[in-house]
């Protein structure tokens, strides 16, 4: 079955470590997406990336970093740089203009 | 950036009732997007529309593009406990541009 897939689904760790969060997908799909979600609100874009080795920001991309050295493959790194990072990641991916599939999403918690 | 808002923010429903909600922006979008999210888990896209005007059903679910373009209804028709869960809307103002998610309807379903 076809699918994205983020690992883990649960994170914890200590304030002031960077931590990586996966997201891979076998849906052949061009761009790649990483969202945050608090509770009562939107999803915010943090980065994308519309083709391999190639990413832009989002609307808050401050203290995340990301790399797309293969097309299955958008790993998001949360840097200590991040004032507030406890929240529900989600990655996403897309072809064309078509709508965004959606991982199940990995929740961070920094203590 | 763009913004979308959703209303009802929450609702509590008794089974077999019909529920409505809506989504607006003070600017145009080409495609509105409707999708659920389970607790824990990332959205699944119920519906897609493209044209203003455009009215879509999947099974119970029916859903609208405002001829004004600038917002969008989602209706479910004799809801079951299943239906519990977040809705989010997301629209893109055109091709190539990123969708703008609002912030959910929490439904709950009473039995």
């Known amino acids: 079955d076809g699918g994205i897939t983020q690992s883990p689904k649960y994170l914890f760790r200590k304030e002031g470590q960077n931590v990586t969060l996966s997201c891979e997908q076998n849906l052949n799909h061009d761009a790649m997406y990483w969202y945050r979600q608090d509770p009562g609100q939107g999803l915010r874009l943090i980065y994308y990336s519309q083709i391999v080795n190639d990413f832009q920001k989002g609307d808050i991309a401050e203290g995340y970093s990301v790399s797309r050295e293969k097309k299955e493959s958008f790993p998001l790194t949360v840097t200590s740089a991040q004032k507030n990072p406890t929240a529900f990641y989600l990655c996403a991916s897309s072809v064309d203009s078509s709508p965004l599939h959606f991982g199940n999403g990995t929740r961070l918690t920094v203590t | 950036g763009q913004q979308l808002n959703q209303s009802p923010q929450s609702m509590f429903i008794q089974e077999g009732e019909d529920v409505s909600m809506n989504c607006t922006s003070s600017?145009?979008?080409?495609?509105w997007l409707w999708y659920k999210q389970d607790p824990g888990e990332g959205p699944v896209l119920l519906i897609a529309l493209y044209k203003a005007g455009e009215l879509t059903s999947n099974g119970r679910l029916t859903a609208q593009f405002g001829i004004t373009r600038k917002d969008s209804f989602l209706n479910i028709s004799a809801s079951i406990p299943s239906d519990v869960g977040i809705y989010f809307c997301a629209g893109r103002p055109s091709y190539g541009q990123n969708f703008v998610f609002g912030p959910g309807t929490r439904l709950s379903v009473l039995p």
């Open positions: 600017s145009i979008f080409n495609t």
